[in-house]
């Protein structure tokens, strides 16, 4: 489905210390990250789909029974990859949230870090594409967008013909369709440029493409 470096973190759950605890939750978050990097460059090496689970361990040196504790299998283990995400947007959601105006000045303001995140594994995602892996990551990718952009516009007023409902799931198969076509042609836009035409789609539509065609 996603030309820049790899970062592991972006991938990798990271874990909460408890009172009393964070020793254990820290050696929990390093299992995760290790696992995730194993994944990671058996995708690359390989693909998603000829991956197998005692590969992975294999690849992040863990004993099949530590994979277990964390993961039920290798889907569970690539779903997780995108709780750190979904954490990273509310945290800059929550930046966005304390600078005044920002609703206004900055509507669906998930869009770039999404974009962001695609093209830091833009070679892990077209790896996946037309597998199993491709698969899970557009329903995660969906799920998580689905959430962010439900979170906006909930700060909109409901518009009499368009019901709230369908602007949430037009915002977000535009999002898809947007980083698809991207990954398919293999463009080197930046994550800016990619950005930009999303949200000329979303907010303009292709009522002025349209009209330019005919002259207007």
Request: net charge positive; hydrophobic share 40%.
């Amino acid at each position: 489905m996603l030309e820049c470096s790899l970062s592991e973190d972006v991938w990798t759950q990271s874990g909460k210390s408890e009172a009393g605890n964070g020793g254990v939750d820290r050696r929990a978050a390093r299992t995760r990250r290790a696992l995730h990097g194993a994944l990671i460059s058996l995708i690359l090496r390989k693909g998603y789909d000829a991956i197998t689970v005692q590969e992975i361990i294999d690849e992040a040196d863990v004993g099949r029974a530590t994979f277990y504790a964390h993961y039920r299998g290798k889907e569970d283990l690539l779903r997780g990859g995108f709780e750190e995400l979904r954490a990273e947007l509310k945290t800059a959601r929550r930046a966005d949230s304390s600078k005044q105006d920002a609703e206004q000045d900055a509507p669906l303001s998930f869009s770039f870090a999404m974009f962001e995140h695609a093209c830091a594994y833009r070679d892990v995602y077209r790896a996946m594409v037309g597998g199993r892996g491709g698969m899970i990551a557009s329903q995660e990718i969906r799920r998580v967008l689905s959430e962010r952009v439900k979170e906006e516009l909930s700060v909109y007023q409901d518009d009499s013909i368009v019901s709230r409902e369908l602007a949430l799931h037009f915002v977000v198969s535009t999002f898809l369709t947007v980083l698809t076509w991207c990954l398919e042609r293999k463009t080197k836009l930046t994550p800016s440029q990619i950005d930009a035409m999303f949200r000329r789609l979303v907010t303009g539509g292709i009522g002025r493409s349209t009209g330019a065609v005919r002259g207007r």
